[in-house]
């Protein structure tokens, strides 16, 4: 889906991705010291394009590359005007979007003076798909907190995602689930999770996960709706006791669980608070006009 005529962005000007180079000598390509974002653009309801929660996004990849004492001088304005170059430039609406931060070359652990941006586009169906998930508790744990910046979206975070993604598949499941240093719930390889019980929700809090931009969204959306939401540490063994559960993120967007280890959830998708929140999620993300919470 990222095919060769792919137009990129790349610090400053605009180029084919396939003519693109970079440095084999790269921190980032020998030590995953990168740090990325995962963004989606929407056709609206009034046909135009529109970027969903760009700055909070743009904010983000600021945030994490301070967080990894990468150089950043660049200003998110411009880079949300440079992105909707990238979607006119390759004719797409509905797309995903992935910013990325690197490094020069240097092989060594010593800082740099300067960092590289681009950014790609393409068009990506719902990361997770659209049937319910049986997901299954994964042997890795995510990433300690002490050991990492666990807030930043640091690209050497994700080959945990990998590993536990790649173990879930194999074992015929559809994602997988990773619990924090502690053993508490924490999130998927690539989305924050909630669950419902009792009519409310419960979600993890922030400090062991990245704090994801849908998962501020969901929160917004139960404040409108008055679902009560709980940010508080919880077990598999509780999670399993759920009445409905789902996985949300800027990729998957809101997607339902059919089952945690094969232990399903009791109640119809369609009848659940998470059912509501996607339904509500499809309809604020291609509104015409951006309504600004915060
Ligand atoms: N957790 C992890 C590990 C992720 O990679 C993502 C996707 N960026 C999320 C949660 C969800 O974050 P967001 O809603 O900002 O996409």
Redesign the pocket.
């Known amino acids: 889906y990222y095919h060769d005529n792919t137009i990129i962005y790349l610090n400053g000007t605009f180029v084919k991705a396939a003519e693109a180079t970079t440095d084999y000598y790269s921190q980032s390509l020998h030590y995953g010291y990168a740090v990325f974002e995962?963004i989606r653009s929407y056709k609206t309801t009034n046909g135009e394009t529109k970027i969903f929660k760009a700055k909070e996004h743009y904010d983000r990849l600021k945030n994490s590359a301070v967080a990894l004492n990468m150089p950043y001088s660049w200003d998110t304005d411009e880079l949300i005007e440079a992105t909707y170059e990238v979607l006119a430039k390759n004719n797409l609406q509905n797309a995903y979007i992935r910013p990325v931060v690197y490094a020069p070359a240097n092989m060594s652990f010593n800082p740099n003076n300067e960092s590289y941006i681009m950014i790609a586009a393409w068009e990506m169906g719902l990361f997770l798909g659209e049937k319910l998930l049986r997901v299954m508790t994964s042997s890795f744990q995510r990433p300690n907190p002490k050991g990492f910046r666990i807030e930043a979206?640091a690209s050497g975070h994700y080959v945990n995602?990998i590993l536990a993604s790649q173990e879930a598949k194999a074992k015929g499941f559809d994602e997988a689930l990773l619990t924090d240093m502690n053993d508490y719930v924490a999130?998927?390889?690539?989305?924050?999770v909630f669950f419902e019980k009792n009519g409310k929700l419960v979600t993890p809090p922030t400090g062991n996960?990245?704090p994801?931009?849908?998962?501020a969204t969901v929160m917004e959306i139960c404040a409108e709706m008055n679902i009560p939401v709980e940010e508080r540490l919880f077990t598999t063994d509780e999670l399993k006791q759920a009445d409905a559960a789902f996985f949300?993120?800027?990729?998957a967007e809101v997607i339902g669980w059919q089952s945690l280890d094969e232990a399903l959830f009791p109640k119809n998708w369609n009848d659940t608070l998470g059912r509501k929140i996607q339904l509500a999620y499809k309809e604020r993300v291609t509104e015409a006009t951006m309504i600004q919470t915060k």
């Open positions: 995962g979206k995602s999130e998927g390889p690539g989305a924050n996960i990245l994801g931009i849908t998962r949300c993120g800027t990729a």
